[in-house]
């Protein structure tokens, strides 16, 4: 099952983040992933708390969700 979600991932036939020692797959919808852009964007900062809530995971999670919308969309800026 993880080749699989990991293939659709490579594909960018689903969007998420494959926890591989929890063995779970959180799913972030388009619109969750627009959501948090322009949050970045327009607000300049992002609390890694509020979004563990806003998406119902781990705040270890949470930042690994970051990391990877920092890494695709290329980001710039200071990250604390």
Same mark, same amino acid.
């Given at each position: 099952?993880?080749? /699989? +979600?990991?293939?659709? +991932? ?5 969007? $998420?983040?494959?926890? =591989?020692?929890? =063995?779970?797959?959180?799913?972030? *919808? ?6 948090? /852009? &322009?949050?970045? =964007?327009?607000? $300049? ?12 995971? &781990? &705040? ?5 969700? +970051?990391?990877? /919308?920092? *890494?695709?969309? =290329?980001?710039?800026? *200071?990250? &604390?």
């Amino acid at each position: 099952m993880i080749k /699989l +979600i990991n293939q659709y +991932i490579d594909e960018e036939r689903i969007y $998420g983040i494959l926890d =591989q020692r929890d =063995q779970m797959f959180y799913y972030i *919808s388009y619109e969750m992933r627009e959501k948090i /852009l &322009s949050k970045i =964007q327009n607000e $300049g900062i992002l609390k890694v708390a509020d979004l563990a809530t806003m998406l119902d995971m &781990s &705040s270890e999670i949470a930042i690994k969700v +970051i990391y990877k /919308l920092i *890494s695709q969309f =290329q980001i710039k800026g *200071s990250f &604390s």
